[in-house]
């Protein structure tokens, strides 16, 4: 069984938990201090507020351990704010916000709008089976710029923002800029849980 962490600090936590539970071969564990980012092989940096994210990693000393295992390789995959926090530029942040430099990709905090212009849109993802995805944004942000290490995995397909890179992924690390624990739709958190398990054996 592969042990999956969820940064539980702030965010969509349970929902989370739920869907990689329904995976299989996951157990998912939350984390919220640095013993217990020691025990789990993967992490998910939920949706949440990116700079309150920001800012609880360090107040719960989570910052270095995070990224000392991501530079050892360990799998990651963030939704939304977590996105922003694997991002290695991001634009529309506030000066203070740090995040872990995980994927070389510049991107746009809430470059879809605020909250009351969320919406859902079909996005193909590339290595995930099936139709396409219906994604749900919320308050979130896309890629707008990609290194040369990173794969684009998804774009939004339809709508004024066709063509917006919405999934990418570096190695072992993850991140889409939509939330599909919100959807009852396990097709990319398990695409991620084999992930883990192609990384960890």
């Not at 624990?181 to 398990?197: A, I, K, M, N, S």
Request: contains cysteine; aromatic residues 6%; hydrophobic residues 45%.
């Amino acid at each position: 069984m592969t042990t999956i962490g969820v940064l539980a600090l702030q965010g969509d936590v349970r929902e989370h938990l739920l869907a990689l539970a329904s995976t299989d071969d996951a157990i998912a564990r939350p984390v919220r201090r640095p013993a217990e980012l020691d025990d789990v092989d993967a992490l998910v940096i939920p949706g949440g507020e990116s700079t309150t994210m920001s800012k609880l990693v360090g107040e719960f000393e989570l910052y270095d351990p995070i990224r000392k295992r991501i530079a050892d390789g360990m799998p990651v995959y963030g939704s939304c704010a977590g996105m922003i926090m694997l991002a290695t530029e991001v634009l529309d942040g506030r000066p203070d916000q740090r995040g872990f430099d995980g994927i070389e990709m510049t991107v746009r905090r809430n470059a879809f709008g605020r909250q009351v212009d969320s919406f859902e849109a079909p996005v193909e993802i590339a290595g995930v089976p099936g139709p396409r995805f219906d994604a749900v944004f919320i308050r979130a942000p896309w890629v707008e710029r990609v290194g040369d290490g990173v794969r684009v995995l998804g774009r939004v397909t339809e709508g004024p923002a066709a063509g917006r890179i919405v999934a990418v992924r570096q190695g072992n690390l993850l991140a889409t800029a939509f939330h599909p624990e919100l959807t009852g739709d396990l097709r990319v958190h398990q695409y991620f849980v084999d992930l883990v398990r192609e990384a960890t054996t």
